[in-house]
C-alpha cells in the first residue's frame, strides 16, 4: 500500500476513496492527484486486498483496475456486486482496455462508469466528484426518507394524508420542470439532458447516425393576436399530436417552448432518412388545423443537424440546428435546411454582439425600465423589477432575449449585473428621497454566475455605501435554478444578505428542482411563481391545484408570493382566492420608464384594475 493522507487531510477529505491497480506507478499518481483535491485515499496492489479493504472500511467510491493478476477487475467488481456489505459501493473502471466490448463488459458487471488509460487528471476529477455527489445525494435521500416515515408512523391518519399529498405534488412538479405543462411533451431540459447522456456516452466521437430536428411555426403570435392565447394553446397541442403521428414509437419528441418541437434520431446513419422523416412532419403540418370552428393553416420551418466527430459538447448541436432553422425561416420556399459550413455565419454574429455589448456598457448605451409589483389585498404598487434594455445605436431598441444569453456564455452578464444593480441603487436612492415606503421593494436580479464571484458582497457593499441606500427597500431575485446549482454558496450568501437587511425572491419558481427540505434551510422572504403555471391555471383544475399548493406551501415556510405573467382578470380573480399576496405582469402594465413609474409609485389608489 502507498502512504496514507495526513490527519488534516483526512478531516477535510471530500470522500473516501479505494484505488485497486496493481502497478505502484498509477497508485501513486492517482493518489496525488485525489488527495490535493481533499480526498481521502486509501491504495492496494491486488484484488483480494481490495475486497477485504472494501468489506473492512466502505469507502465512498472505488477506483479498479481490469488487467491484475490472480484476479482480474471484472471478477473483483463481481464480487464486490455480490457481497451486500460492498454491494453499494460505486465502481469506476480505469483501464487501458478500450474496446466497445471491454466497456459493455464492465458495466455489465456492475460498474457505473469507464475511464480509458491514459486517462485526463480533469475528466478524472470530473466524473468521480459527479459519482461522489451522487452518492451522498442518495444518502441524503435516504436519510430524509427514514427520518420522514419515522415521523408518519407517529403522527396522526391526516398528517399521513398530508405528506402523501406533498410527495405527489414534489413528483407533479418534478414532471412539470422536464415536461411541458401544455402538451405533456419533453421539455428542452429533457432534451438538454438526453443530448449530454448521448454524448458522456459516446465521449470518443459522435457518428453520423445521431440527428437533430427542430421544427418551429410561425403563424402562432397571429393566431394568439386575432383568435385569443387559448386558441393558440389548442393549436399548440393540435401540432404535437400530428408530429407524434408522424414518428415512430420510442422516438423523442421534445417542445422547447412557444412554438418550437425538437425531434432526436438515435439511429438514423442515412441523411436520406432523417429527409423522409423531416419532409413527412412537414406535410402532416400543411394540412389545415381545426380550431373553434375556424380552419387554421401554418407554415413551418425545420432544420436539421446530422452528428459527426467535430461535435464535442450539446450545446453546439443544439445551436447549429436552431442555426439551420432560421435559416430554413429566411429562405423563403426552402422550408428544411440542413446545417451546413455555410451557416457559421452565425458565429460571426455571435462574436460582434459579444464587442458591441462591451463598448455598450462603455458608452452607456444600457439603460433600465422598471415592471411595476403590485399587492393583490391593496391598490397600490408595492415594488418594482429592474429590467435591462440596450438602446443601439444603429439598431435601435435590443431587447434582453437577444443579447443576455451572449452575456452569459462570455461572462459579460457579471458586469450587467453589477451595471443594473448600481443603477436600480442610484434611482433607489432618489425615491427614498422623496419618502418612499419601507414596505416597498426595489428587486434586482441576480445571475447564477454572479452568486460565484468572491468579491460580489464588497461589491455590493460599496454600492450601498456610496449611494446611501437604506437596504430595507432592496430585494435581490434569484433564479431556483441557481440556488440548486450552487446551494453551499447560496446558503453562505443568504446569510450575509440577511445581515444586510437585503430581501431575498426565489425567481422562476417551479422551472428548477427544489426539494421541499431545502427551501425549509433558505433564509428567503419572497417566492416568484413562474410565468408558465400562471397562464396554464385557467386551462384545468390540475394546474391550478399546482398553484395552490406553491403558495400554500411558501406560505408555511413563512414567505409572501409574488406571481408573475398575470395577464387576465380571471388569473388575477384566482390568485385572489389562493391568498396571493403580490402578482406582476402585462395586466398590470408594461415595464416603464422611470418618470412614469415614479409617478405611479407617489400616486394613492393608482391602479385601475380592481
Known amino acids: 500500500m502507498t502512504s ?35 480526498y481521502k485515499v486509501r491504495s492496494v496492489l491486488n484484488g483480494k486486498t481490495g475486497l477485504k479493504v472494501a468489506k473492512a472500511v466502505r469507502p465512498d467510491l472505488i477506483l479498479l483496475d481490469i488487467n491484475m493478476p490472480e484476479m482480474d477487475g471484472y471478477q473483483v467488481c463481481q464480487r464486490l456486486k455480490f457481497d451486500p456489505v460492498t454491494q453499494p459501493i460505486p465502481v469506476i473502471f480505469l ?34 466528484k459527479n459519482h461522489l455527489d451522487l452518492r451522498f445525494a442518495q444518502e441524503q435521500i435516504q436519510k430524509l426518507n427514514s427520518e420522514l416515515e ?31 405543462l401544455l402538451t405533456n411533451l419533453p421539455n428542452r431540459t429533457f432534451l438538454t439532458q438526453r443530448l ?12 453520423e447516425s445521431l440527428v437533430l430536428i427542430l421544427l418551429e411555426c410561425d403563424q402562432l403570435p397571429s393566431i394568439n393576436n386575432s383568435l385569443g392565447h387559448q386558441a393558440g394553446d389548442r393549436l399548440i397541442v393540435s401540432i404535437a399530436r400530428r408530429l407524434e403521428s408522424c414518428l415512430q414509437s420510442g422516438t423523442l419528441l421534445a417542445h422547447c417552448g412557444n412554438d418550437t418541437f425538437a425531434i432526436l434520431l438515435e439511429n438514423c446513419p442515412q441523411m436520406s432518412e432523417a ?36 461535435y464535442k459538447n450539446s450545446k453546439h448541436l443544439l445551436r447549429d440546428a436552431n442555426t439551420a432553422m432560421h435559416q430554413a425561416k429566411t429562405a423563403g420556399k426552402a422550408n428544411i435546411q440542413v446545417f451546413n459550413a ?65 452575456a452569459e456564455e462570455t461572462g459579460l452578464v457579471i458586469q450587467f449585473d453589477r451595471y443594473v444593480l448600481d443603477m436600480a441603487c442610484t434611482q433607489l436612492r432618489e425615491w427614498q428621497k422623496q419618502g418612499l415606503s419601507p414596505l416597498f421593494r426595489m428587486q434586482v436580479n441576480l445571475s447564477a454566475q454572479q452568486l460565484t464571484q468572491p468579491d460580489f458582497l464588497d461589491f455590493l457593499d460599496k454600492t450601498i455605501k456610496i449611494h446611501q441606500v437604506n437596504t430595507q427597500n432592496l430585494a435581490l431575485e434569484i433564479t431556483e435554478n441557481a440556488l440548486m446549482q450552487q446551494r453551499e454558496v447560496v446558503l453562505k450568501l443568504l446569510d450575509e444578505l440577511k ?87 402585462y395586466f398590470l402594465g408594461k415595464p416603464m420608464d422611470v418618470n412614469t413609474v415614479t409617478s405611479k409609485i407617489f400616486q394613492e389608489n393608482c391602479l385601475s384594475y380592481i
Request: glycine share 6%; charged share 20%.
Open 4 to 38: 496514507q493522507p495526513t490527519p488534516a487531510q483526512v478531516n477535510s477529505s471530500k470522500g473516501d476513496i479505494l484505488i485497486v491497480d496493481d502497478v505502484p506507478e498509477n497508485l501513486e499518481l492517482l493518489t496525488t492527484i485525489l488527495t490535493q483535491q481533499g
Open 95 to 128: 483501464s487501458a482496455l478500450d474496446r466497445a466490448s471491454d466497456k459493455v463488459k464492465a458495466f455489465g458487471m456492475g460498474g457505473i462508469d469507464y475511464i480509458p488509460k491514459p486517462f485526463q487528471a480533469e475528466e478524472l476529477l470530473a466524473r468521480v
Open 150 to 180: 419515522a415521523r408518519v408512523i407517529q403522527r396522526t391518519a391526516q398528517l399521513e394524508m398530508e405528506i402523501a399529498e406533498r410527495t405527489r405534488i414534489q413528483n407533479q412538479l418534478l414532471h412539470v420542470a422536464m415536461h411541458d
Open 196 to 207: 449530454m447522456q448521448i454524448f458522456d456516452r459516446n465521449r470518443q466521437a459522435i457518428d
Open 275 to 310: 429527409m423522409r422523416i423531416a419532409k413527412s412532419l412537414y406535410q402532416e403540418t400543411q394540412l389545415p388545423f381545426g380550431i373553434d370552428g375556424h380552419l387554421i393553416h401554418i407554415k413551418v420551418c425545420i432544420g436539421i443537424v446530422q452528428g459527426d466527430r467535430a
Open 342 to 406: 455555410a451557416m457559421h455565419n452565425r458565429a460571426l454574429s455571435f462574436f460582434e454582439i459579444q464587442n458591441e455589448l462591451h463598448q455598450a456598457l462603455k458608452a452607456e448605451e444600457l439603460y433600465l425600465v422598471y415592471q411595476p409589483i403590485a399587492s393583490l389585498r391593496k391598490n397600490t404598487i408595492k415594488g418594482v423589477e429592474a429590467l435591462i434594455r440596450w438602446q443601439h445605436p444603429q439598431r435601435g431598441l435590443i431587447m434582453p432575449g437577444e443579447f443576455i444569453s451572449v
Open 499 to 585: 445581515t444586510r437587511q437585503i430581501h431575498v425572491s426565489i425567481d422562476d419558481f417551479g422551472t428548477g428542482y427544489s426539494s421541499l427540505s431545502y427551501l425549509h434551510h433558505l433564509k428567503v422572504e419572497n417566492l416568484k411563481i413562474d410565468r408558465s403555471f400562471i397562464t396554464l391555471m385557467e386551462v384545468s383544475k390540475d394546474n391550478l391545484g399546482i398553484v395552490r399548493t406553491i403558495v400554500n406551501l411558501a406560505h408555511d415556510l413563512g414567505m409572501t408570493v409574488t406571481a408573475e405573467g398575470v395577464e387576465t382578470a380571471q388569473q388575477l380573480e384566482q390568485l385572489k382566492n389562493l391568498n396571493c399576496e403580490f402578482f406582476q405582469g
